[in-house]
């Protein structure tokens, strides 16, 4: 009964691939968030989907693209990897839009390594 | 410069210590101020969060906001072992947590 769920746990791929994370809640939260923690811990937002809508578009390369295909499920699809976008990416949800005390929960993260 | 700094560490302490977790932060339109604790290898979760400025309170947690100064603070008393973790503070904005870097804390037995 996972909260929070992503696909896979761990990615390896070479440069130039393209690849996808999946992510599910079953939290029946309004809203879905992607970040991106780097090697240094650094915890940053992504994107965030409000009931499918993008409502937080990050400064992020367009090789990034969230896809919402029910307001439970969040995915990432990352075009033409980069040595620089190994790292590990966290889905999350809150209940609201992310504003105040609107708690957000997190996946277990997709740690993706780029050869 | 960072919207939110946070001293890394690590920070390792016995058991028993009080520790102390801080953060400064820049934008005067943060409201709402959240500590996450992350586990190794798993994704971070609430701990606590305080409104304005002002201390609250939970178990041998309490959170601290000074908002004049821009800086806040976690304080854990009686530390354990299963305390060790990564703690994180984020900061609520306009519709997105902006995070600190998180400090590596490890308690010893």
């Known amino acids: 009964d996972t909260a929070v769920s992503q696909t896979p746990k761990y990615l390896v791929t070479q440069m130039g691939n393209d690849k996808s994370i999946k992510c599910e809640q079953n939290?029946?939260?309004?809203?879905m968030y992607w970040y991106k923690q780097d090697s240094k811990k650094f915890l940053k937002i992504m994107f965030s989907?409000?009931?499918?809508?993008?409502?937080i578009n990050e400064t992020v390369p367009n090789r990034f693209s969230p896809k919402s295909p029910d307001k439970a499920h969040l995915n990432l699809h990352i075009n033409s990897l980069e040595l620089g976008d190994s790292a590990v990416y966290f889905c999350?949800?809150?209940?609201?839009?992310?504003?105040?005390?609107?708690?957000?929960?997190f996946g277990p993260g997709t740690r993706l390594t780029v050869l | 410069q960072k919207e939110v700094e946070q001293d890394p560490g690590p920070l390792s302490v016995p058991e028993g210590a009080i520790v102390s977790l801080n953060c400064t932060y820049s934008?005067?339109?943060?409201?709402?101020f959240m500590w996450y604790r992350q586990y190794s290898r798993k994704g971070p979760e609430l701990l606590m969060y305080?409104?304005?400025?002002g201390n609250k309170e939970d178990g041998r947690f309490t959170a601290q906001v000074d908002k004049s100064s821009k800086y806040i603070s976690l304080f854990i008393r009686d530390s354990q072992p299963s305390d060790s973790a990564t703690y994180l503070c984020?900061?609520?904005?306009?519709?997105?947590?902006?995070f600190g870097q998180g400090t590596r804390l490890t308690i010893n037995p």
């Open positions: 999350a949800s809150s209940q609201g839009r992310g504003q105040g005390t609107d708690t957000q929960y």
């Open positions: 939290l029946g939260h309004d809203t």
């Open positions: 989907y409000n009931n499918k809508e993008l409502i």
């Open positions: 934008n005067s339109a943060f409201q709402y």
């Open positions: 305080t409104y304005s400025s």
């Open positions: 984020a900061m609520s904005g306009a519709q997105k947590l902006v």
